[in-house]
């Protein structure tokens, strides 16, 4: 397997792969909308994506967004997707993608990574079993645009 920092000449795989992760999340298909959201986060270099391959296939991805902690002035990143195609399942790619975030980190010198998962979402073995801890000192608080 190799893992690769995905740029615009990576656009078209990045955003199928995108798109089958919304799916997963009951969002309806919608590759042009994929397509338009990842083009846009690479055009403003908003996020990092990494690029999974599995015998020169593209099999998974994990997107990092840059947040920043004014508490520790130092910046960390949200790693806010990870997918990986469900016939890839089960060989390691979800841990090499999280293994791979995790040394760009620390490479970066950055703070840390931060993620939120669903209650149910049986990953979270695999995120602890890789250092993540679950947070337990703070709750969660999100503000929904009314429109």
């Not at 508490?71 to 993608?97: F, H, T, W």
């Not at 490479?107 to 250092?131: F, M, S, V, W």
């Not at 337990?136 to 929904?144: L, N, P, T």
């Amino acid at each position: 397997m190799k893992i690769i920092e995905a740029n615009e000449t990576h656009l078209e795989i990045v955003a199928e792969l995108f798109d089958g992760y919304r799916v997963f999340y009951k969002q309806k298909s919608d590759i042009e909308g994929a397509t338009t959201f990842i083009k846009e986060r690479m055009q403003a270099q908003e996020s990092i994506i990494f690029l999974a391959y599995d015998n020169e296939k593209a099999v998974g991805f994990t997107q990092l967004f840059p947040i920043f902690s004014s508490v520790s002035m130092e910046r960390s990143y949200l790693l806010n997707d990870l997918y990986v195609l469900p016939e890839c399942r089960g060989k390691q790619i979800g841990a090499s993608l999280l293994r791979h975030a995790q040394a760009f980190i620390i490479k970066k010198g950055y703070k840390g990574l931060a993620l939120e998962t669903a209650i149910d979402n049986p990953a979270q073995k695999l995120y602890e079993r890789l250092g993540w801890e679950k947070e337990i000192s703070a709750f969660h608080y999100f503000w929904k645009n009314p429109k």
